[in-house]
């Protein structure tokens, strides 16, 4: 499975970015895509997913900022991010993989990230 991103950039807190990932090759082998971020000196942190069928989840720190869909069709993930802040600046890596019916979900495949940064 590869996965190809795109829209990452700058922006002046409060601003706005949405993200793009899509995916090709081996697609049966994955249900879901998602969104992980690291800044410096951090561990990489899960941001959002989504289910082929719609299913979200977020991750506290962006829970009504930040929303995930999913064009199945063009196999195609976005991440819209609203309200952004310095906190929020980071590479941004695009995931692939499986998510189960608990909600769990297992990322096997990684974009090459995207440099989210947010800075007046």
């Known amino acids: 499975v590869q996965l190809v991103e795109s829209g990452g950039g700058s922006v002046q807190p409060g601003g706005s970015l949405t993200l793009s990932c899509t995916a090709s090759?081996?697609?049966?082998?994955?249900?879901?895509l998602g969104w992980s971020r690291q800044a410096p000196g951090t561990q990489r942190e899960s941001v959002a997913s989504?289910?082929?069928?719609?299913?979200?989840k977020y991750s506290d720190s962006v829970k009504g900022r930040f929303t995930i869909s999913i064009d199945s069709a063009k196999k195609t993930a976005y991440l819209q991010m609203n309200s952004l802040n310095p906190e929020d600046t980071a590479v941004y890596y695009c995931?692939?993989?499986?998510?189960?019916?608990?909600?769990?979900?297992?990322?096997?495949?990684w974009g090459q990230g995207t440099q989210v940064t947010v800075s007046s």
């Open positions: 995931n692939a993989g499986v998510m189960y019916d608990d909600g769990l979900y297992r990322p096997d495949y």
């Open positions: 989504v289910s082929g069928g719609g299913r979200q």
């Open positions: 090759g081996s697609i049966g082998k994955i249900n879901a």
